[in-house]
């Protein structure tokens, strides 16, 4: 993920991409924090770096194209250094 966010800064599309590249899937949904983060400097200032969680559950909506769907919500950290990936269980 490193290498995919110093080529571009974060915007929108660039999570919707990474979402749907790592997860697989076409239906990706932005939590309303995550939203509000990535636009919190404005238009011209955006994070270069953030820390996500990528879920992707079932859905359950009655005329879904798509079985499944990938949520992204915001993760707040104090620091990016020596963060690995984690891989959490549904609770």
Do not use: C
Not at 4 to 27: N, P, R, W
């Amino acid at each position: 993920m490193y290498t995919y966010l110093t080529i571009e800064s974060f915007t929108l599309q660039s999570v919707i991409a990474f979402a749907k590249k790592h997860m697989g899937t076409a239906d990706v949904r932005i939590d309303p924090k995550l939203n509000q983060q990535l636009w919190s400097r404005g238009v011209k200032n955006v994070p270069h770096r953030m820390r996500l969680r990528l879920e992707r559950k079932r859905n359950d909506d009655e005329g879904a194209k798509e079985k499944l769907f990938t949520y992204a919500s915001w993760v707040p950290v104090e620091s990016f250094k020596g963060l690995q990936t984690t891989v959490v269980d549904a609770e």
